[in-house]
């Protein structure tokens, strides 16, 4: 079910949620958060369409707020919101709600989004791009227990990233981060399996990727072993070499979604390791609300710079 509200409040479209459920028969209960996505009129599409597939995995009440507050004084002085509401269909258990704010409305959003925000339930803010320099003092970041960005969104990626290691409040999190999950899980199991003491570590990649920085500077903080950052083409990170006494712990993913795990003494295996859809990324962030310490710990590290025009290590 589908409802258009111009030049609406948010008593009216809480007022319109409540009608559309009634009309499908299907109460709110379910639901398990509330996600608010920030982004544009031009990233809004994709943005919508990753949160709702996150949310066949948890229900949630989504918002989007697509901020326009005009150029021209006119445009600037035409305050007013504008909503679309969807309930069932395509959004299954869920509802979605498009906030769009014109004028000076657009810069207190915080302010529509307030009563729209599910009782006693947590909430999850997004920034798909376009994130605030200090997501938790940000006025819609204040109301969240979790706050994302994607480091990937932006030009300078790696000055991204220490912009975040200074702004940094438990609850932060960055997509970036979230892409290393799979590395990080093979990684800590050929350790397990290895047994043996790291001496070093390689991280290689496309150039300024910010996941292979967080990698790198992981391994910096767990590990507390010298890293080198090395330039391939990548796509993304496309290998990682932990150094021991016995040999080299390698994971090598040259492109495409699998990888080879060679560990010394046994026989080098292939591994599914794909590049993850950003719905699946963000299912995973809702996993979990609590702060997350080891994406902290690697954020305040630090590693030296790979040096310009490197190429693959031997």
């Given amino acids: 079910m589908k409802t258009d509200l111009t030049n609406t409040t948010s008593s009216k479209v809480n007022a319109a949620l409540v009608q559309a459920r009634r009309a499908i028969g299907s109460p709110a209960v379910g639901m398990v958060l509330t996600l608010v996505v920030v982004t544009d009129e031009a990233n809004h ?3 919508l369409r990753a949160a709702a597939d996150a949310s066949r995995e948890h229900p949630s009440r989504i918002l989007v707020v697509i901020k326009r507050p005009g150029r021209s004084p006119r445009e600037r002085g035409d305050s007013r919101l504008d909503a679309e509401v969807r309930v069932g269909g395509a959004e299954g ?19 529509v989004v307030l009563p729209l925000l599910l009782p006693d339930a947590p909430v999850v ?32 990626p790696l000055e991204q990233l220490a912009a975040r290691a200074v702004s940094y409040a438990p609850g932060d999190t960055d997509l970036a981060w979230t892409r290393l999950t799979p590395w990080r899980s093979m990684l800590a199991a050929a350790l397990d399996q290895a047994r043996t003491e790291v001496t070093s570590a390689v991280v290689e990649s496309e150039a300024d990727n910010p996941s292979a920085e967080l990698l790198a500077r ?15 083409a990548g796509p993304v990170v496309t290998a990682v070499r932990l150094r021991t006494a016995t040999g080299d712990i390698h994971i090598d993913r040259p492109d495409g979604p699998v990888a080879t795990l060679s ?43 790979p040096a310009a025009g490197a190429g693959r290590s031997g």
Avoid: C, N
Avoid at 130 to 155: F, K, N
Avoid at 272 to 295: F, H, M, N
């Fill in 45 to 47: 599409y994709d943005a």
């Fill in 93 to 111: 258990s869920g509802e979605t709600v498009l906030l769009r704010l014109r004028g000076e409305l657009a810069h207190h959003a915080e302010a």
């Fill in 125 to 156: 803010v997004w920034w798909p791009v376009d994130a605030p320099a200090r997501p938790a003092q940000d006025p819609l970041g204040a109301l969240a227990q979790r706050r994302i960005t994607d480091a990937y969104a932006v030009e300078q």
């Fill in 218 to 232: 992981w391994f910096a903080d767990r590990l507390k072993v010298p890293v080198e950052r090395v330039v391939t």
């Fill in 263 to 305: 560990i010394p003494g046994q026989p080098t295996r292939t591994l599914a390791l794909k590049v993850r859809s950003t719905a699946e990324l963000i299912a995973e962030e809702l996993r979990r609300l609590d702060p997350d310490e080891a994406y902290a710990a690697a954020l305040r590290a630090h590693v030296t710079a």
